[in-house]
């Protein structure tokens, strides 16, 4: 048998930080996958609440009847954020497609399947990247479901990322060779590594089911934070400082009043 067919197609990496509230609903969401060829990692910034129980109790309930051989990982360590853990599991994945999951986070039942019906079964025409829609989850329970861009990316420096990271796969070996995350960003980490990747000239797939469920009310959810790590991450793709800034103010501008706006309809 190829080595093709003994990795498994896709490395989850979650995330977690005294998450005992959140990652339930992520591995629960994990369960019902239709399709289980994946191996799950999940990289615990050594919490200290009782995220850790969580995953283990998971593992030796769920994780042998579900997924493969050496298929479950649990590191439990300090971490210097959210970053250094996506790069600790980066580090440690085997399977041929990577993807984040946060632990407040919930995978559709379809959307491995649906990622995977994507990529085919002829090795020579895979995709490099496969980006699919999702569902916004606003701190109120709202939900806004939004598609992928593929627009975002032929551009030198599109605006956003064509999809949030936990819809968006990507050949483990692509994103070793783009270098990884940047643990240095708090937020848009991610953002930086999707501009990274574009000079690849990846072969990309779109989806327009939605794959994932993203919360929102984390991290990210901080507009100031955002639109600055936004611009810094221009900056080091090769973005004018002064283009830089005025995209920076234009996103603040139209991301607090994009808020006002939902606080008035509700």
């Excluded at 980006?131 to 420096?157: C, T």
Aim: hydrophobic share 45%.
């Amino acid at each position: 048998m190829t080595e093709r067919f003994t990795k498994p197609l896709f490395s989850i990496v979650i995330a977690a930080c005294n998450a005992e509230a959140e990652l339930p609903k992520a591995l629960e969401s994990l369960e019902a996958q239709t399709c289980t060829d994946f191996e799950l990692i999940i990289i615990d910034g050594a919490s200290t609440d009782s995220t850790p129980v969580i995953a283990r109790t998971w593992q030796e309930r769920v994780s042998p009847s579900l997924l493969g051989a050496g298929c479950f990982t649990l590191i439990s360590e300090p971490d210097h954020g959210i970053y250094d853990a996506f790069n600790k599991g980066l580090a440690r994945a085997r399977g041929r497609y990577l993807a984040f999951l946060g632990a407040d986070d919930r995978y559709q039942p379809t959307a491995l399947a649906a990622v995977a019906a994507a990529i085919g079964v002829n090795p020579d025409d895979e995709p490099d990247a496969i980006a699919g829609a999702y569902n916004v989850i606003d701190i109120d329970g709202h939900v806004a479901r939004k598609s992928a861009r593929p627009e975002f990316v032929s551009q030198r420096l599109p605006r956003s990322m064509p999809t949030c990271h936990q819809a968006l796969f990507v050949r483990i070996e692509v994103l070793r060779r783009a270098g990884g995350f940047d643990p240095s960003y708090r937020i848009a980490g991610d953002y930086d590594l999707f501009l990274r990747l574009l000079p690849l000239q990846l072969d990309w797939r779109f989806i327009t089911e939605a794959l994932v469920d993203f919360q929102l009310g984390g991290t990210s959810y901080a507009l100031r934070d955002t639109a600055r790590e936004y611009r810094d991450a221009k900056l080091a793709a090769g973005e004018s400082p002064i283009s830089a800034d005025f995209i920076y103010m234009r996103n603040l501008v139209a991301a607090s009043l994009a808020r006002a706006r939902d606080r008035r309809v509700r």
